[in-house]
């Protein structure tokens, strides 16, 4: 399984540019990898980047949830 984030970028951007859509390339990750290492929506967010032109494998700032929340 994949611990890096980037990695996982680095695999779906690769069947981006062969044309594969994104459910397909979920299932052919995981077949390889496991079940867990890329998950469906994770994927659609990233293919949208990708077709909007952004293929950087660097994260976006403040794409991510809080980690806690202080009132």
Known sequence: MYDD???K???????WNKGV???EAVRKINDIESDDTVNIRQAQRLFKRFKEGDTSLERIEGSSRMSSFDI
Do not use: E, G, W
């Not at 970028?9 to 069947?15: C, D, M, N, S």
């Open 21 to 23: 859509n994104a459910t």
């Open 9 to 15: 970028r680095v695999l779906l951007l690769h069947y």
């Open 5 to 7: 984030k980037r990695q």
